[in-house]
């Protein structure tokens, strides 16, 4: 089966990668703003959807503004994940499935990139899944799970017949977690070898970095994690150099506040905004003495005092 709903032509071409505990409405909003032309949820499961599990329903939260936005889903339960996709299919463009999370907690459960050992299974998958949403249905795989069973191109070959929309690819294995490097070769042979959009994804966190991987690999587009975690503004700095050859820094505090306006309008928890509130000041000169008083902080108003005490207003 052919996907029957196509994947959407982006403005730009970085996307934030779903990132379980960062990747909430606040910070994707904001990564939206700074020129990310699609985010993600962070990996939910299709069977606490569907259960109501609050903590699960707060990650789908979202607002008409982030759009073009992608709710990410996972799960063993085929059944599970289509019904809480079609309860989804309203408010998201697109229903991604994960296919590359490394976790323990996940992988045991069949889950994650424990699918990758049956490419047959995920195309079964994503054919249910296309076959029940209007929506467009994409996966996010790893390279295979081993360096002994790399099976990427099978893989998204497979999904692309089953009616997946789009591949994203990390390029690692399951058993590297987030060691060593990521495989472009390997994303290059992906997007040899299926006439979907590919979303290449592994170790990108420049504006340079970006444009050399998107030559080299021919990708549609890039997804960026790490890289953006603090850092939203990547975004805007990866499509004006694309667009000139230069980029210029932004001010972390300035965008940390951009972000805590936010949070504080989507109710975003507050451990959330303090963990926010470390990732955004990670690479700042000085950073660390702001970090340890973040750190201690209880409250929102803490947080305010803690920066309003440093000279980190630049
Ligand atoms: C904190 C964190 C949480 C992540 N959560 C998810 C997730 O929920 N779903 C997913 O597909 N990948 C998840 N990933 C993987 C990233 O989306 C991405 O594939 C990986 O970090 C490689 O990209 P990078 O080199 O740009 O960081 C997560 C990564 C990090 C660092």
């Known amino acids: 089966m052919k996907h ?25 909003a904001l990564c939206r703003k700074y020129g990310a032309a699609l985010t993600y949820t962070e990996f939910v499961s299709g069977t606490a959807i569907i259960r109501g599990n609050v903590q699960s329903l707060r990650m789908i ?14 799960g063993a339960n085929v059944d599970d994940v289509v019904e809480a996709a079609r309860r989804m299919e309203e408010t998201f463009d697109i229903i991604d499935v994960n296919c590359g999370c490394p976790a323990w907690k996940v992988i045991k459960t069949g889950a994650g990139s424990e699918l ?17 949403v209007n929506k467009p249905v994409t996966v996010k795989i790893r390279i295979g799970i081993d360096d002994q069973s790399i099976n990427a191109v099978e893989v998204a070959k497979l999904a692309e017949d089953a ?16 060691s060593g490097q990521a495989n472009w070769d390997i994303i290059k042979q992906v997007k040899d070898a299926v006439n979907v959009p590919v ?32 850092n939203p503004f990547i975004f805007t700095q990866i499509n004006d150099f694309l667009k000139d050859g230069k980029y210029v820094q932004g001010n972390r505090v300035k965008q940390f506040f951009e972000f805590f ?17 470390m990732n955004f000041t990670k690479t700042m000169k000085g ?11 209880k409250t929102e108003e803490d947080l305010i005092m803690a920066f309003g005490k440093t000279n980190m207003g630049e």
């Open 4 to 28: 029957k709903s196509q994947f959407p032509t982006l403005e730009g071409r970085a996307v934030l990668s779903p990132m379980s505990g960062v990747t909430d409405v606040a910070f994707r």
């Open 61 to 74: 939260k979202t607002d008409p503004i982030e759009k073009p936005v992608a709710v990410q889903l996972f």
């Open 116 to 132: 990758l050992k049956k490419p047959q299974g995920i195309a079964s998958f994503i054919n249910k899944l296309s076959s029940a």
């Open 163 to 178: 009616g997946a929309a789009a591949i994203a690819i990390h390029g690692r294995t399951q058993k590297q977690g987030y």
């Open 199 to 230: 979303i290449g994804n592994g170790d990108v966190f420049s504006p340079e970095t970006f444009k050399m991987r998107l030559d080299q690999s021919g990708v549609d587009y890039i997804m960026i994690a790490r890289g953006a975690i603090g």
């Open 261 to 277: 306006e936010l949070a504080k309008k989507y109710k975003i928890p507050y451990p959330s905004i303090q963990t926010h509130a």
């Open 287 to 297: 950073g660390a003495q702001l970090r340890e008083a973040l750190s201690r902080c």
